[in-house]
Structures are given as C-alpha cells and as structure tokens.
Nanobody, 120 residues
Framework: QVQLVESGGGLVQAGGSLRLSCVASGSIDNLNLMGWYRQAPGKQRELVATITSSGSPSYGNSVEGRVTISRDNARNTVYLQMNNLKPEDTAVYYC??????????????WGQGTQVTVSS
C-alpha cells in the first residue's frame, strides 16, 4: 500500500507565498516522476509542475516563474514553493507520483489534495 500525504495548504492574501509538501510512504521501490496538479471549482485538473527523480523540473504555463518544485529523495518528499500568489491560483492541489512498488509494479498515485485559497 502506498500513500501520498500533502500538507501546507491554507488561506493567503494575493502576493503571498505558500510551500506545499507531499510525503510518499508504503511499499515503494523507486519514486520516479513526482509532481503537483490543481483543480479549481468547475475546471479541469491542470498541471502545476513535475520533477524527475534526477531533479529536472517542468512547469505549467499558468504558474511558470512563480513556483519552484523540488524533492528530497531521501525523504520521499516533493515540495512546491509558490510565490506571488494570485486569486486565480485558488484550487485544490494534488500530489502525484509515478513509482515502482516493492513488488516491481509500475503504478501512479494521487494524494487526497490540499486546499489553497488566495484572497484578493
């Protein structure tokens, strides 16, 4: 069993910052791609950022320049530093991981989501 647990969401004023964290635990052999997606009410889930196991990041168009994704492989943790937040960044943020289980299966998992609300 694998779990992704996010933390760090909350309410922030426009222009503020938040740092999200996501810890992966369970029967994991290797964490491959990790990342963050978000979903606002009435909208489709969209990519925020991903990062490979070697640390190569990729960012969605709507957040590029304002967010930084990083990971700590020793802690099975991925982070999302968000700066200069805007009201349109309000959404539920989901952690994502592509991984190889201890039994050798390739699987992808999602966290339960953490709410980020940016007030104007």
């Amino acid at each position: 069993q694998v779990q992704l647990v996010e933390s760090g969401g909350g309410l922030v004023q426009a222009g503020g910052s938040l740092r999200l964290s996501c810890v992966a635990s369970g029967s994991i052999d290797n964490l491959n791609l990790m990342g963050w997606y978000r979903q606002a009410p009435g909208k489709q889930r969209e990519l925020v950022a991903t990062i490979t196991s070697s640390g190569s990041p990729s960012y969605g168009n709507s957040v590029e320049g304002r967010v930084t994704i990083s990971r700590d492989n020793a802690r099975n943790t991925v982070y999302l530093q968000m700066n200069n937040l805007k009201p349109e960044d309000t959404a539920v943020y989901y952690c994502y991981a592509d991984l190889t289980t201890a039994r050798g299966y390739y699987r992808n998992y999602w966290g339960q989501g953490t709410q980020v609300t940016v007030s104007s």
